[in-house]
């Protein structure tokens, strides 16, 4: 056999599965996204445990506690997009395309049911379910669209599924298991990811 | 035998290539998730479309979004049986059997 007809053939298979690669996942997800999505977690526990603590002296209604999460939610959303939108273009990577999209659904459909769950949980006064429930579906959420993205955002699901589970058997420590699943995770997760896919391109 | 001769000629162009790769892992595309892929004018990724949907390899499907028109594009069956003996073909020109 011809070496040549070796090399290209490497050559082509090479260039098939990049691009079977590329077109099936959405390689662009910044390590950076996990650390400010967990930071800003951690600043609106903060603040949700200040209110807790002064729930003795002032009333903060279950809408105020909603609202908090919800910003903390569109800030970590607005910073994430801001990293992944800057690694994408780095890339030379499109941030719509098909790939993200299939992303972006199949961590949508779990949340949506978590949303609507947690939120029906809050109007029948069973509020130490949320945390739990919560963790829960954006465990099951992770799992379903990592798919199709960097795979490492399965094991970060996995590890929310455990501790939404866990938190079951220790209802009153909600806030303690939305620090850990929604802000450290989130941190020692970007670190890992940075240091393993950003870290290295920048060296390139 | 010569795996060489195993070799579809369809899949003697890099876009094509690059087409069929794409569509054997998605169930559908549109032309520009295409273009975003592959390194490609429209021009000439339109005529290597014409190409494979000619050959049966891939279907087309016109869609709209809004009034934008959203063209789809899916492999048929033919065309992921050719692709996966091509994949084969190459393979064994690689480790050598032949």
């Not at chain 1, 445990?49 to 569109?74: E, I, K, P, T």
């Not at chain 2, 195993?6 to 790769?21: A, C, Q, T």
């Not at chain 2, 295409?34 to 891939?58: C, M, P, R």
């Amino acid at each position: 056999m011809q070496t040549a007809e070796k090399d290209e053939s490497l050559k082509t298979l090479r260039e098939i599965h990049s691009i079977m690669d590329r077109s099936a996942r959405f390689i662009s997800l910044s390590g950076w996204s996990g650390v400010w999505a967990g930071c800003i977690a951690l600043a609106g526990a903060y603040i949700a445990h200040n209110w807790v603590v002064a729930q003795r002296h002032a009333y903060y209604s279950d809408a105020q506690f909603v609202l908090l999460a919800l910003g903390v939610l569109v800030v970590a959303i607005i910073g994430g997009y801001y990293f992944t939108a800057r690694k994408a273009k780095q890339n030379g990577q499109t941030l719509w395309n098909s790939a993200s999209r299939q992303m972006l659904t199949n961590m949508a459909i779990p949340l949506a049911a978590g949303g609507v769950f947690s939120f029906a949980l809050l109007l029948n006064g069973e509020e130490m379910y949320i945390a739990p429930a919560f963790l829960t579906f954006y465990g099951l959420s992770l799992i379903n669209g990592g798919r199709y993205t960097l795979s490492e955002i399965r094991y970060l699901g996995y590890l929310e599924l455990i501790l939404g589970a866990a938190n079951l058997f220790f209802l009153g420590y909600g806030l303690l298991f939305w620090v850990i699943g929604f802000g450290i995770l989130h941190i020692l997760y970007g670190i890992f990811m940075w240091n393993k896919y950003d870290n290295r391109q920048a060296e390139e | 035998m010569n795996p060489i001769e195993h070799l579809n000629k369809i899949f003697d162009s890099r876009i094509r290539i690059g087409i069929m790769s794409a569509l054997i892992v998605n169930e559908s595309l549109n032309f520009n998730d295409l273009k975003s892929l592959i390194d490609v004018t429209d021009g000439n990724l339109a005529t290597h479309l014409k190409t494979l949907e000619e050959h049966k390899y891939i279907k087309v499907q016109k869609g709209f979004i809004g009034r934008k028109t959203n063209t789809l594009y899916t492999i048929t069956s033919a065309g992921s049986k050719a692709f996966r003996a091509h994949l084969e073909a190459l393979e064994k020109i690689i480790k050598g059997i032949g």
